[in-house]
């Protein structure tokens, strides 16, 4: 499993943007695929999941209503919309998969990921 995760970037409070995930050598019908954070100083902490079986998908509690995740199974590539960023939303970006538990059960740990993608880093500064 290859996860390249790509979008991030320097944005200014209140902006938007978003990061692509292309996953390579798999079918995202067989995959669940998230996205997990680490912002300056913290641990990782799950963003999102999407899931395998219909593309249903789970955004954190304290993140809905900024964040959403969708998928394009043909470009095997999973986004992650952000809005509305504030300094808070600094981190580097993670793309994860899961072949093993292909849903988005609320409250599944970040250990559940067993593929890592390499991050990309989201600075939300003015």
């Known amino acids: 499993v290859q996860l390249q995760a790509s979008g991030g970037g320097l944005v200014h409070p209140g902006g938007s943007l978003i990061l692509s995930c292309v996953a390579s050598?798999?079918?995202?019908?067989?995959?669940?695929i998230g996205w997990v954070r680490q912002r300056p100083g913290k641990g990782r902490e799950g963003v999102s999941c999407?899931?395998?079986?219909?593309?249903?998908?789970s955004i954190a509690y304290s993140l809905k209503g900024r964040f959403t995740t969708t998928r394009d199974k043909t470009k095997r590539t999973v986004y992650l919309h952000m809005n509305e960023l504030g300094a808070e939303d600094t981190a580097v970006y993670y793309c994860?998969?899961?072949?093993?538990?292909?849903?988005?059960?609320?409250?599944?740990?970040?250990?559940?990921?067993?593929?890592w993608g390499l991050g990309t880093q989201l600075t939300v500064s003015s």
């Open positions: 994860v998969a899961d072949s093993i538990q292909t849903g988005c059960p609320i409250g599944s740990p970040v250990a559940r990921w067993g593929s």
């Open positions: 050598g798999i079918s995202l019908d067989y995959f669940a």
């Open positions: 999407i899931s395998a079986r219909d593309g249903s998908s």
